[in-house]
């Protein structure tokens, strides 16, 4: 079993950064696929961006790209999403993902159907 613990939200003006990251127990973490999701009250759980299982492969979606990073360091079994530019339509709740089976080198999905394990999700609030 994978367990997924999400930091680093919190408070912050438009235009500020932030930095998330998801810290991972259990499985060998260099073997998953990870992705980075939000929720905003009223709305469906949204992708944000996903990373493949060497970091080799990255994905954003159109709304974050350019403004958003997702790195990993499997030595540290830790994912990260630098989060730059920051507008208040980013305000939700973060959560990471992790996939359970393997699906090729280059695997990165959006669909969040595809992720087996999350995280309880941090707050990121941007006031303009």
């Known amino acids: 079993q994978v367990q997924l613990v999400e930091s680093g939200g919190g408070l912050v003006q438009a235009g500020d950064s932030l930095r998330l990251s998801c810290a991972a127990s259990g499985r060998p973490f260099s073997s998953h696929a990870m992705g980075w999701f939000r929720q905003a009250p009223g709305k469906e759980r949204e992708f944000v961006s996903a990373?493949?299982?060497?970091?080799?492969?990255?994905v954003y979606a159109d709304s974050v790209k350019g403004r958003f990073t997702i790195s990993r360091d499997n030595a540290k079994n830790t994912v990260y999403l630098q989060m730059n530019s920051l507008k208040p339509e980013d305000t939700a709740v973060y959560y990471c993902?992790?996939?359970?089976?393997?699906?090729?080198?280059?695997?990165?999905?959006?669909?969040?159907?595809?992720?087996?394990?999350w995280g309880r999700g941090t707050q990121v609030t941007v006031s303009s």
């Open positions: 990373i493949n299982w060497n970091g080799g492969t990255t």
């Open positions: 993902a992790a996939e359970l089976k393997y699906n090729g080198p280059y695997y990165a999905p959006s669909d969040p159907d595809e992720y087996d394990y």
